[in-house]
């Protein structure tokens, strides 16, 4: 079961799942979402990775560094690389998401 916090802080980022709260950190969100395994939740990630980027203080280094195992940054990069996809396929261009491309 996913917790609360995580659900509220998806609503913020535009997956609104329960009502948003005042103030939570977007990366430690995007990780929480990514060591879930939750499909329900990495169906969203595209959107949540692109509010995330412009909205609010993304920090791809930071999501990196707060998953700990091998298992858990390959699942990032694998969402990343489909939502990059994603994000090309509907012609959406990011100045953010260029720089990951590069990363990746």
């Known amino acids: 079961m996913v917790n609360d916090k995580l659900l509220e802080n998806l609503g913020r980022l535009g997956f609104p799942l ?4 005042a103030d939570f950190d977007v990366n430690e969100t995007l990780v929480e979402v990514v060591k879930s395994r939750d499909t329900r939740l990495w ?3 595209p959107v949540l ?15 990196l560094t707060s ?10 990069y694998t969402l ?4 990059l996809a994603l994000y090309q396929h509907y012609h959406l261009s990011f100045l953010w ?7 990746l």
């Open 18 to 21: 329960m009502e948003a709260v």
């Open 43 to 45: 169906e969203g990630f």
């Open 49 to 63: 990775l692109a509010n995330a980027a412009q909205e609010y203080s993304f920090d791809f280094n930071q999501v």
């Open 67 to 76: 998953l700990k195992n091998k298992a858990e940054r390959e699942d990032l």
């Open 80 to 83: 990343l690389m489909l939502s």
């Open 97 to 103: 998401a260029n720089e990951i491309k590069r990363r």
